[in-house]
């Protein structure tokens, strides 16, 4: 009895949070946003020594006003799209604002190309926002916020805010990936995955401390398939190791939120499994539109660098291509991705909200 109380307890608290989410077209939800390149709308820009930038062409060639914003894509990012239709604004980077500004109040994002869960992942970017880092700021975010509105107000947008994180493909790729840097050699997969997963428990505390109640963490992407490792396969095939690596991280993440949601008070924190849908779109890619999954419409097929850069020639159709450089997926696979994800947190709300949950059976 006590293992299926739990099980509908933990399952009533993600239908709450599904449903906030998906009835938000209102333009009061505040979003804070923490991440990489996959999430990061131009934090990088402002760190002057940062290798990890996306700030020149081609980067936003199709993004409203054609211009490079540190957007790692040709358009707009999967948090973009998603924030268009829950019909609130996508929440600045937090090094643009300004010491005092009023923006706080509607949401931040801190995502920072090249930053993993942990520190030393992407060091040879040289300055990126560690998943650290973010949290610092957002601390420093909750400081100003209590300033403005009092302790008690900021407490309750805290509580009241959803928190988007995306954060994790770094610590493969630009570290355990990476065969000339230490922790590869240092660990087994099964030490690296617990010393993840066991850090992220951390900071996934240190956000519920400073207020954070409605987390929606983005698992990781079948890596082993992104133009960047396919490279160091003889014939472009996805890297099976890496996405059962990959896979193994999800399912431990997934068995860490269960456990966060059922520990800590009010917490509703969230897995979406992003994995299954993009592998989809990267196998099956005509079902969806595009024509070429296995290269990037930028033609920079390295496992180091694999940036869009000036002097690249860009595909032809941008549309064809799932993937826009050697790491992130184009524009238009962002859209498939952003419509897919959207659709599964509507239906699985729609399903469960109309009506009341039933209470459990004593048995
Ligand atoms: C990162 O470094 C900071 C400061 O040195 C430290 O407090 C923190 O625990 C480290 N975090 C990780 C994830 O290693
Ligand atoms: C991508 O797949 C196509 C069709 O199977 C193949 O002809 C091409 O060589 C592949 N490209 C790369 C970079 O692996």
């Known amino acids: 009895m006590a293992k299926q109380w739990l099980v509908f307890v933990a399952t009533t608290n993600i239908l709450v949070l599904l449903a906030t989410l998906v009835s938000a077209a209102n333009a009061s939800m505040v979003t804070f946003v923490f991440g990489d390149s996959l999430a990061e709308v131009g934090n990088n820009n402002h760190l002057q020594y940062s290798l990890a930038r996306s700030d020149y062409p081609w980067y936003g060639i199709d993004f409203s006003g054609k211009q490079a914003t540190g957007r790692f894509t040709n358009g707009r990012t999967i948090g973009d799209i998603l924030s268009e239709k829950l019909g609130v604004s996508s929440p600045p980077p937090y090094l643009s604002l300004s010491q005092n500004d009023d923006a706080i109040l509607n949401g931040v994002n801190f995502a920072s190309g090249g930053a993993g869960i942990l520190n030393e992942t992407g060091l040879y970017f040289i300055q990126r926002l560690t998943f650290d880092d973010q949290i610092n700021y957002f601390k420093k975010t909750k400081e100003r916020i209590r300033a403005k509105i009092g302790d008690a107000a900021a407490n309750k947008l805290c509580n009241e805010a ?19 840097l230490a922790d590869g050699q240092q660990y087994t997969h099964e030490e690296f995955v617990e010393f993840l997963t066991s850090t992220l428990e951390q900071q996934f505390m240190r956000l519920y401390q400073l207020g954070a109640r409605k987390i929606l963490y983005h698992g990781l992407g079948p890596l082993g398939c992104i133009p960047s490792q396919r490279v160091k396969s003889k014939t472009g095939q996805c890297l099976k190791r890496v996405n059962d690596w990959v896979m193994e991280f999800n399912s431990k993440v997934q068995i860490l939120i269960k456990s966060l949601n059922k520990r800590l008070p009010s917490a509703q924190f969230m897995f979406a499994d992003t994995y299954p849908a993009v592998l989809d779109l990267i196998i099956n890619p005509t079902t969806y539109g595009f024509k070429i999954s296995n290269t990037s419409c930028c033609n920079v097929d390295t496992s180091i660098g694999g940036l869009c850069l000036p002097n690249s020639k860009l595909c032809n159709n941008r549309k064809d291509y799932v993937f826009w450089d050697a790491f992130h997926p184009s524009d238009a696979a962002n859209q498939v991705l952003a419509e897919k994800l959207f659709n599964s947190l509507a239906s699985a709300s729609a399903a469960h909200t109309p009506a009341p949950a039933p209470a459990p059976k004593p048995h």
Do not use: A, C, E
């Open 162 to 180: 959803m928190y988007f994180i995306g954060i994790g493909s770094n610590d493969y790729v630009n570290n355990y990936l990476q065969p000339f």
